[in-house]
Nanobody
Framework: QVQLVESGGGLVRPGGSLRLSCAASGSFFSINAMGWYRQAPGKQRELVAAITSGGSSNYADSVKGRFTISRDNAKNLVYLQMSSLKPEDTAVYYC???????????????WGQGTQVTVSS
């Protein structure tokens, strides 16, 4: 199984920046896509950004041009650099990984515990 541990959340003023990190550990064969989702109070969880093992990425329209996802495949790390933060970016941010436990396994989804990001003056 994969364990995902997020870090880097916190309180930031509008217009500020934060970088989230997610470390994957445990026993697994491979990790395909990794991504960041967020869930604000009273709202559904939504995709923020995702990146494949080959480096292809996609973003929610609301964060394009402000957020950048990156990945270190050798260290099983994924990052989310967030800039020009807005109050509406306030949410719990969750790391997600699509991984194979074994060579012959299907891909399985795993979630981190989440990290709070609050954008407020």
């Amino acid at each position: 199984q994969v364990q995902l541990v997020e870090s880097g959340g916190g309180l930031v003023r509008p217009g500020g920046s934060l970088r989230l990190s997610c470390a994957a550990s445990g026993s697994f064969f491979s990790i395909n896509a990794m991504g960041w989702y967020r869930q604000a109070p009273g709202k559904q969880r939504e995709l923020v950004a995702a990146i494949t093992s080959g480096g292809s990425s996609n973003y929610a329209d609301s964060v394009k041009g402000r957020f950048t996802i990156s990945r270190d495949n050798a260290k099983n790390l994924v990052y989310l650099q967030m800039s020009s933060l807005k109050p509406e970016d306030t949410a719990v941010y969750y790391c997600n990984a699509d991984f194979k436990p074994h060579y012959y396994s299907d891909y399985v989804d795993q979630w981190g515990q989440g990290t709070q990001v609050t954008v407020s003056s």
